[in-house]
């Protein structure tokens, strides 16, 4: 079976690490015996400076006959770049927001892992936590704040701003749902984080949490409010599987747990709709402070094509042969610059790439 996966190097350092995500699946290709094809589709600034539009009807009609979308980043410094003279809706960002909302992803997978040789980067001390940290972030997408009815209006002489909070049932199931599968494949727990003590939507998403665990016996599930899952992250990372929550909570949380990985150049994040489609990306932007000079950290893009592979593909093993290069990598202490660190041996971005597939071959 051939699978088909589109790449959309974006901007900044985009291409570039994109390039050693290729690289590395193509090893994988090799080593395991799968036929991976490419087509390479432009994103954000590269495809208004091709086309004039951020996003094409050919490029998303392209995404979407494809098995999964691997992305590097979009967009360049808003102060200097003529993008940004665009319309907020021409601009880089616009297309991935439409491309997102077309391949209908509503969950969004952060992993927040503590590489044993970076620990040093982690700003929670090694005495809370023993066997590290290991978790996930499944945030819903398309919901919550984010998305509900909001208004401006002028009372009296007084101004009043309205935004709210709606999640129907349909939308909490298969976002829980999403988290429970998850959860089969790595520790087999869920945390539901949500503030049912204040909150109507949180007490319905409660509710149906529980009504999906009941067809994944195997996975415990436990509730946590989000203030205290805000303070556990830091005071006791390890007690983490899943984490699962809805829009806003999940913007803020995934942030503050990415934090204990050390580096945003480590971080993937995926993706996924319905199906096993997914579009899969480094957590991180465009960078284009470090564009073109080769320094750029290629690991979170890495990993996010490892992620495309499990979750996409049902890969489980040629996931972890990634996984497992990258740490033998770090281990043997190559590092880019910006996880340097005293001692270690600073390699560029096409260096880091290559000492990777060293490992899957
Ligand atoms: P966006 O709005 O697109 O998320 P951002 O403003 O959050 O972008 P990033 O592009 O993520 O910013 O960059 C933030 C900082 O992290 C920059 O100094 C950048 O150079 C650095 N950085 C980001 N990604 C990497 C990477 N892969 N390797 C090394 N440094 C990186
Ligand atoms: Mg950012």
Not at 180 to 196: H, I, N, Q
Not at 197 to 215: C, F, G, H, P, Y
Request: include cysteine; proline fraction near 4%; hydrophobic fraction near 40%.
């Amino acid at each position: 079976m051939e699978y088909k996966i589109a790449l959309m190097p974006g901007d900044g350092i985009g291409p570039e690490i994109i390039k050693e995500a290729r690289k590395v699946l193509d090893a994988t290709a090799k080593v395991y015996g799968h036929t991976f094809s490419y087509e390479e589709l432009l994103l954000g600034g590269a495809s208004i400076d091709a086309y004039g539009e951020p996003l094409t009807e050919e490029t998303i009609a392209k995404a979407k006959s494809a098995d999964a979308v691997l992305m590097g980043a979009v967009g360049a410094d808003a102060k200097t770049s003529p993008w940004y003279r665009l319309s907020p809706e021409k601009r880089p960002e616009a297309g991935l927001l439409k491309l997102r909302k077309e391949l209908k992803l509503f969950a969004n997978l952060r992993p927040a892992y503590l590489y044993e040789a970076l620990k040093d980067a982690c700003p929670v001390k090694e005495q809370f936590y023993q066997t590290g940290i290991d978790l996930m972030i499944v945030r819903e997408l398309t919901g919550g704040l984010y998305f509900g009815e909001r208004k401006t209006v002028v009372e009296n002489g007084i101004a009043k701003a309205v935004d709210t909070l709606t999640y129907d049932e349909k939308e909490i199931r298969r976002i829980a749902k999403k988290a429970f599968e998850t959860a089969v494949k790595r520790k087999k727990k869920v945390t539901s984080v949500d503030k049912a003590n204040v909150l109507d939507s949180s007490r319905l998403w409660r509710k149906i949490t529980e009504e999906v665990a009941a067809d994944y016996p195997e996975v415990t599930l436990e509730h946590m409010l989000v203030d205290n899952c805000a303070m556990q992250l830091i005071c006791n990372p390890e007690q983490f599987d899943v984490i699962l929550t809805e829009n806003m909570f999940g913007d803020i949380l995934s942030d503050e747990a990415s934090m204990l990985t050390g580096s945003i150049g480590m971080l993937p994040s995926a993706s996924l709709n319905e199906t096993s489609f997914g579009l899969y990306e480094p957590s991180h932007g465009s960078a284009p402070d470090i564009a073109g000079k080769g320094i750029a950290n290629p690991i979170a893009a890495i990993l996010s094509a490892a992620m495309l592979l499990r979750y996409s593909f049902s890969m489980e093993e040629e996931a972890k042969a990634i996984e497992n290069a990258v740490n033998a990598v770090l281990n043997e202490g190559y590092r880019t610059s910006d996880i340097m660190s005293e001692n270690m041996k600073k390699v560029s971005t096409g260096e880091m790439g290559d000492l990777i597939i060293e490992k899957i071959q």
